[in-house]
């Protein structure tokens, strides 16, 4: 398959555009096209895991995701999280995508990622702020019980992670992956997962003594 990566491309997850850049994000950004055949290989070999693919996949569709978390009613709700939680939702759907129809696969992309970050954004705390509660909780040392007790003091803790702490709690405690499926998913090693795992659990933990 011939690689349609520009070296100007970021490499893993893009961070969310500086204020000022962010309505200019369908302006500034262009698309990487594959073909339909091109799409199905990459997509069946990013839910195998394979690094380079879910890679390709990102840097493809990355003008799409930042143009979709930052429409102004997106970005007034979920502010910094935005960008995160469109990521979440885009490998999400590539890791379940089961069709074989990959020439309408952009469109359905945009119009899944448009709905689901306004869902994301009318219900912020079902799906960003009390992402994994209950397990989180249970992982540093409390029970689900508690959740009442802790609810603010976590929202406040929760708000103060990297976006990259964010998304290894989601895929390791909402998305229920293993440290090396979240690794894949992010490009990195399971280490560098452990890593933001311990220190994102370490921060709550912290915050909630």
């Known amino acids: 398959m011939q690689n349609k990566q520009s070296d100007s491309e970021e490499l893993n997850l893009p961070e969310a555009l500086?204020?000022?850049?962010?309505?200019?994000?369908?302006?500034t950004c262009t698309f990487i096209r594959y073909t339909p055949e091109e799409l199905k290989e990459l997509v069946l070999a990013a839910?195998?895991?394979?690094?380079?693919?879910?890679?390709?996949l990102c840097?493809?569709?990355?003008?799409?995701?930042?143009?979709?978390?930052?429409w102004p009613s997106i970005i007034d709700r979920l502010g910094e999280d935005a960008v995160s939680i469109a990521w979440v939702?885009?490998?999400?759907?590539?890791?379940?995508y089961d069709d074989d129809d990959f020439e309408h696969l952009p469109g359905l992309i945009r119009s899944y990622l448009h709905y689901a970050l306004v869902h994301a954004a009318t219900n912020r705390?079902?799906?960003?702020?009390?992402?994994?509660?209950?397990?989180?909780?249970?992982a540093i040392g409390y029970s689900p019980m508690d959740k009442p007790t802790f609810k603010?003091?976590?929202?406040?803790?929760?708000?103060?992670?990297?976006d990259k702490e964010k998304i290894v709690l989601g895929y390791?405690?909402?998305?229920?992956?293993?440290?090396?499926?979240?690794?894949?998913?992010?490009g990195c090693d399971a280490r560098t997962v452990?890593?933001?795992?311990?220190?994102?659990?370490?921060?709550?933990?912290?915050?909630?003594?």
Not at 47 to 56: C, G, L, S, T, V
Not at 59 to 70: D, G, I, M, Q
Not at 194 to 209: E, F, G, M, S
């Open 18 to 27: 500086p204020d000022n850049q962010a309505g200019k994000a369908n302006k």
């Open 47 to 56: 839910q195998a895991f394979d690094a380079k693919a879910i890679e390709a």
């Open 59 to 70: 840097n493809a569709f990355k003008p799409l995701v930042l143009r979709e978390s930052h």
């Open 89 to 96: 939702i885009f490998l999400e759907l590539i890791k379940k």
């Open 125 to 138: 705390n079902t799906y960003n702020d009390e992402l994994g509660f209950e397990e989180i909780l249970n």
């Open 152 to 162: 603010m003091a976590y929202k406040q803790a929760y708000a103060t992670l990297s």
């Open 172 to 186: 390791c405690y909402n998305c229920m992956f293993t440290q090396e499926e979240t690794a894949l998913m992010m």
């Open 194 to 209: 452990r890593r933001y795992k311990t220190i994102a659990l370490n921060k709550l933990k912290k915050a909630l003594a």
